[in-house]
């Protein structure tokens, strides 16, 4: 059993900064690429950013240059800090993983976070 838990979510005025991190706990092997979606109501999750166990990472378009997502393999971690947050970064935040454990290897997801950005 994994289970993924995001925190870091909130409340922010347009121009500022948070930073979500997403903690994986349970029967861990190894843990693969860790991924950042979104959700705003009324659309369809989308990739916000990814990072790969080499530390490759990749980047939805309207994010670039403002979101650095980022890791920790000792403490099965993914981060994304979100600077020069827009209303349109409004959605919930949901953390992905591969997970390697004893029984099988496949993703897993966080419950999500909720980050709204005000005008």
């Known amino acids: 059993q994994v289970h993924l838990v995001e925190s870091g979510g909130g409340l922010v005025e347009a121009g500022g900064s948070l930073r979500l991190s997403c903690a994986a706990s349970?029967?861990?092997?190894?843990?693969?690429?860790m991924y950042w979606y979104r959700q705003a109501p009324g659309n369809q999750r989308e990739l916000v950013a990814e990072?790969?166990?080499?530390?490759?990472?990749n980047y939805a378009d309207s994010v670039k240059g403002r979101f650095t997502i980022s890791r920790d393999s000792g403490k099965n971690t993914v981060y994304l800090q979100m600077n020069s947050l827009k209303p349109e970064d409004t959605a919930v935040y949901y953390c992905?993983?591969?997970?390697?454990?004893?029984?099988?290897?496949?993703?897993?997801w966080g419950q999500g976070t909720q980050v709204t950005v005000s005008s």
């Open positions: 992905k993983m591969y997970v390697w454990t004893t029984m099988r290897s496949e993703d897993y």
């Open positions: 349970g029967s861990i092997i190894s843990i693969g690429a």
């Open positions: 990072i790969r166990t080499g530390g490759s990472t």
